[in-house]
């Protein structure tokens, strides 16, 4: 089996300074984030009967089997709106519910919480230049319309580097972490590229594969525990990370049975490259709560601090979750995306939000403009594979928080 060496789970909760924030019992008084508790979504100009129509999209959504259950967060202007959880951990009648403290396989969202961070911390130190070509950092990636390739490019996902493919079928099963790893680094540098780079965006988790080695080699550290060093500790994010310990099991949401590992993934990860690569990977592999999440987000709310933990200027949020120019017809941002005509963020985020997706099911979409963000984390995988089922499920929840707003926005126009 893949070594697990190097853990970067955090096991116990943090308590930096600020207001504390009851959480039921598996959340202890003391426990603190910069969002205010408020006693009434009208506090922060939610209508309270409004949101509990937004939080029956996903009852509804549950009970139609499109996943069997998963927390919700919103916050909006610094107040923790609502923090709601709802369903079980999976079919089944014995199945324990869903408590806002539930971890789940956040999938790609790790490649905004974790490689897209690390990414801006690195930028503001002046160690990564986004206008570097890839070989600079990576030499072994040359050749032909190669040579070309630059940092931004795969962070924008227009590379032109492959999307996918099935390494993880060939990788070694007795291999250490660093060999895995370093055997994935070469196989992509070897592939020809899928098309010219910049005239289109593809999403790419091999293209993310090879941000993160690039981050591993500027910084010297294994990813797991930058993120660790540098995000979760900071932000209190307490009980996210890659690798969950045994212990943490009967708190974790299953994402389904893998046909190639034969048996129901509860507290693994559900990509297999990712598993394939020791359960720590810039593309796939983080574990999060709602809560946590909750935090990150309102640090990019905040410019990139909370709490006085200041983890990137805000100059480089902004710039990061900016649409990237250049790239016909995408919608990426630096790492992040942007809405588009049909997003799964609905009709009312603005034009100047940024989020992004989850394989699993969940999702992150924070909008600057209203002040406000949405958390949704859920395992689809339990039972359907229709990514439309789930995306339309996004785009009315998403839709219904916003209609809950007092002064309802303007439809979005693209």
Same mark, same amino acid.
């Given at each position: ?37 408020? /006693? ?9 009967? %409004? ?29 923790? =709106? ?10 089944? /009648? ?54 070309? =390739? ?77 993120? %660790? ?82 983890? =990137? ?56 403009? %209203? ?44």
């Amino acid at each position: 089996m893949l070594s697990r060496e190097g853990s970067a789970f955090l096991s116990e909760y943090r308590a930096p300074t600020g207001l504390p924030v009851e959480r039921g019992e598996k959340y202890p008084v003391g426990y603190t984030m910069e969002l205010e508790k408020t /006693d009434s979504a009208e506090e922060a100009g939610f209508s309270g009967e %409004r949101l509990r129509s937004a939080h029956g999209v996903l009852v509804a959504a549950s009970r139609s089997r499109v996943f069997p259950g998963g927390v919700a967060v919103v916050g909006r202007g610094g107040k923790l =709106v609502s923090e709601w959880a709802f369903g079980h951990l999976d079919y089944g /009648d014995e199945s324990p519910p869903v408590s806002v403290g539930t971890i789940y396989d956040v999938a790609s969202l790790t490649k905004v919480v974790v490689t897209a961070t690390l990414a801006m911390i690195l930028y503001d130190g002046g160690k990564l230049r986004l206008d570097a070509r890839v070989r600079e950092y990576l030499p072994e990636f040359a050749g032909d319309e190669k040579e070309g =390739v630059t940092v931004a490019d795969l962070l924008s996902h227009s590379s032109g580097i492959l999307w996918w493919k099935d390494l993880y079928k060939s990788a070694r099963e007795d291999g250490s972490f660093a060999e895995v790893k370093d055997w994935y680094v070469k196989e992509i540098c070897l592939l020809p590229l899928d098309y010219p780079p910049r005239t289109k965006s593809v999403y790419s988790d091999l293209g993310t594969i090879l941000m993160g080695e690039i981050l591993e080699r500027v910084a010297g550290r294994r990813l797991d525990e930058m993120a %660790r060093d540098e995000i979760f500790e900071p932000l209190g994010m307490g009980h996210t990370g890659f690798q969950p310990p045994p212990s943490s099991k009967d708190r974790i949401a299953s994402t389904g049975r893998s046909s190639w590992r034969d048996r129901v993934l509860v507290g693994e990860v559900h990509d297999d490259n990712a598993f394939a690569m020791g359960g720590v990977a810039p593309h796939a592999g983080l574990f999060s709560t709602g809560s946590d999440l909750a935090s990150f987000a309102q640090t990019m709310l905040n410019g990139g601090v909370l709490e006085g933990q200041r983890i =990137v200027e805000r100059s480089t949020v902004e710039l990061f979750t900016r649409r990237a120019d250049g790239i016909p017809g995408s919608d990426r941002a630096l790492g992040w995306d942007t809405p588009s005509r049909d997003s799964t963020a609905g009709r009312y985020f603005s034009s100047s939000s940024y989020g992004h997706l989850a394989f699993t099911g969940s999702s992150l979409w924070i909008d600057p403009i %209203r002040d406000l963000f949405v958390v949704l984390l859920a395992n689809r995988m339990s039972q359907s594979r229709n990514r439309e089922t789930i995306n339309g499920v996004r785009a009315s929840f998403h839709d219904a928080v916003m209609e809950a707003l007092v002064e309802v926005p303007p439809p979005r126009s693209v």
